[in-house]
């Protein structure tokens, strides 16, 4: 049992199916054979999450297994995970082997800690970790973090809103929000796995008539910053206009934003056709991965993406719905 690199400098990616790497994990390792430009990481195969629960949630080899593969994220990246210059920071996806999309979990901008960030002068880091400490409130104990006004400009006043984020687990549990980076991932990625059997997954699966036993790979990828700066962010596109039938990018995308932001609807996304006014050469890289995707999948594809300092990273890939707009 072991990981399955995404090691984007490949040119021989061997063949996986999604029973084993997830559907997610599949696409991501087609786009790693056609030379798109994917976030490096690695894939936590089904296998991993069906030992965890056939042996009573418990699966000794997990730790090691994740810090094998950090390890190898480490080298291929040149970042260190909880190293103050220069950090490693982690995205922890689910993956199953069927589309199943928003019925898990999925933790972005894992690898800080109040250690690396208690003089912290870089935006993005701050309002990362703030996010990561609510979301990790929420999967982890059910606490639904109170929104602080606070300015989102100011290093100090982020350091000090992250403390009251803080303050609120503490107090609604008795205990200390974690601090060490490993026991942080290890909670993350057990948090993927019980989300394969969340209320509102099987209830999805029953639905769709999928089969309970399947189990879901974990994705661990180094995160890109689409809120690093001025020419930085994150979208969601199709190849195809859903509405003219069409073959043009059509999609939405927020400058200087993260992650989930544009499906999660908390900011006014600008249309893709703004992307090209505004920064030409992001979006022509950008109609250049995605018209290498469609051809090579061989239908319209739904992409989401993140652009970091103005360079292009594909963050997922499948087939675009048949959407009826008429």
């Given amino acids: ?3 399955i690199n995404l090691k984007v400098s490949e040119d021989d990616v061997p063949d996986y199916q999604k029973s084993i790497i997830g559907n997610k994990g599949y696409s991501l390792l ?21 030992e965890y629960f056939l042996n009573g949630r418990k699966n000794n080899k997990l730790e090691k297994l994740i810090a094998a593969g950090i390890n190898t994220l480490e080298a291929d990246t040149g970042k260190k995970l909880g190293e103050m210059g220069n950090p490693l920071i982690i995205s922890i996806r689910s993956g199953a082997p069927v589309s199943m999309p928003g019925m898990m979990e999925t933790f972005l901008n894992v690898g800080l800690n109040d250690e690396m960030l208690r003089d912290c002068q870089q935006i ?9 400490v609510k979301t990790y409130a929420w999967a982890e104990k059910n606490i639904t973090i109170c929104e602080y006004g606070f300015d989102n400009s100011n290093c100090k006043k982020l350091i000090e809103a992250i403390g009251q984020y803080k303050q609120q687990y503490y107090l609604e549990t008795g205990e200390q929000f974690p601090e060490n980076i490993t026991d942080c991932m290890i909670n993350c990625t057990i948090n993927v796995f019980h989300s394969w059997n969340s209320d509102n ?4 699966r029953k639905r769709k008539s999928i089969p ?6 974990v994705i661990i990828q180094r995160m890109v910053f689409g809120n690093l700066n001025d ?9 195809q206009n859903p509405i003219t039938k069409k073959k043009e990018l059509y999609g939405e995308y927020l400058p200087c934003a993260q992650g989930e932001d544009v499906v999660l609807g908390i900011s006014n996304p600008k249309s893709i056709e703004e992307l090209a006014q ?39 890939t499948r ?8």
């Fill in 319 to 326: 087939d675009m719905p048949n959407l009826n707009l008429h």
């Fill in 1 to 3: 049992m072991k990981y």
């Fill in 30 to 50: 087609e786009l790693v054979k056609i030379g798109v430009n994917v976030p490096e990481g690695f894939i936590l195969p089904t296998d991993i999450c069906r």
């Fill in 212 to 217: 309970d036993d399947l189990f879901t790979a």
């Fill in 231 to 239: 020419i930085s962010g994150t979208g969601v596109i199709f190849t």
């Fill in 201 to 204: 997954a099987i209830l999805y």
């Fill in 124 to 132: 993005h880091l701050l309002l990362s970790y703030l996010n990561f």
């Fill in 278 to 316: 505004e920064y030409p050469a992001i979006y022509n890289n950008l109609n250049c991965a995605a018209n290498k995707i469609e051809a090579h999948f061989g239908r319209p594809q739904d992409i989401e993406f993140t652009y970091e300092n103005g360079k292009v990273y594909i963050l997922q």
